[in-house]
């Protein structure tokens, strides 16, 4: 049977497109015998969107424009005959309505679902959430984890969500780790599990290039850059189909 053709859709930023292209092929070599000389590669076509376009339209909170933004490099992904379509980045799933509007045919790994699925098996109801701003204020990640029964607390004072924002554009998005940036963020984790979450959601995919589990040893964490990697290359090896992590 032939694999899908998988369509990455970066930019949003380009330091998430890189991990997620290395960690694809890193764990889809490994699960695969060998061809000719070595195991071969998934068959992957990468689009690369301009960030800052993006993340001024978010900050305008712009949202209309934000999405015809990503369709249009969905649209490439599309023409190039992608079957399946995952996008590097939690707040880029903000236009995932549409691009599925426009391309009911390419089909969405959501960031979300795959998270939540690993979120119930640990027995998780009630998750803190830190990321970008939009990410923890609108509702486009929050009802996606809502309709698997997972719930979410965000920093309550929104000066804490603009400075994990700041954070997130102008370190973390150019490969910058500060180490007062991971205190701060440590503290907000430690502050959503004293308001009752049971874990911590890294809804940010670059977040966990900063911060880790060693870092805050007794809250489990949730990486989604890696659990949204895992779950695309079991898609990719036929393990699991797409379908198989949407809400049921």
């Keep these: 049977m032939a694999r899908p053709r998988l369509g990455i859709l970066t930019g949003i930023s ?70 399946l379509l995952v996008i590097a980045s939690n707040t880029g799933h903000i236009a995932a309505p549409e691009i599925a509007a426009a391309h009911p045919g390419l089909g969405i790994l959501h960031i979300a679902d795959c998270c939540a699925r690993q979120m119930m ?15 923890m204020e609108e509702d486009y990640l929050r009802e996606r984890l809502r ?38 963020m440590v503290k907000s984790i430690r502050g959503l599990i004293a308001r009752g979450a049971q874990g911590c959601l890294l809804g940010c995919t670059e977040i966990e290039l900063l911060v880790k589990q060693v870092d805050v040893p007794y809250t489990p964490l949730f990486p989604s850059a890696e659990i949204h990697i895992a779950a695309t290359v079991q898609v990719l090896l036929g393990e699991r189909s797409a379908a198989e992590f949407e809400p049921r």
Excluded: W
Excluded at 122 to 133: E, F, K, Y
Excluded at 148 to 160: L, N, V
């Design 14 to 83: 380009y330091i998430s497109g890189l991990d997620y292209y290395r960690g694809i092929n890193e764990k889809f070599c490994a699960a695969t015998a060998q061809g000719h000389l070595m195991a071969p590669n998934p068959d992957i076509v990468t689009v690369s969107v301009d960030c800052d376009e993006y993340v001024h339209h978010l900050t305008e909170k712009a949202f209309d424009k934000v999405a015809a933004h990503l369709v249009a490099g969905a649209d490439r992904l599309a023409a190039a005959g992608c079957d």
């Design 121 to 135: 098996a640990a027995g998780m109801s009630r998750i803190g959430l830190i990321g970008t701003q939009p990410t």
């Design 147 to 184: 309709q698997h029964g997972i719930g979410t607390i965000i920093p309550e004072d929104r000066s804490e969500r603009e400075a994990l924002y700041e954070i997130i554009c102008q370190e973390l998005s150019f490969d910058i780790c500060e180490d007062a940036s991971r205190d701060r």
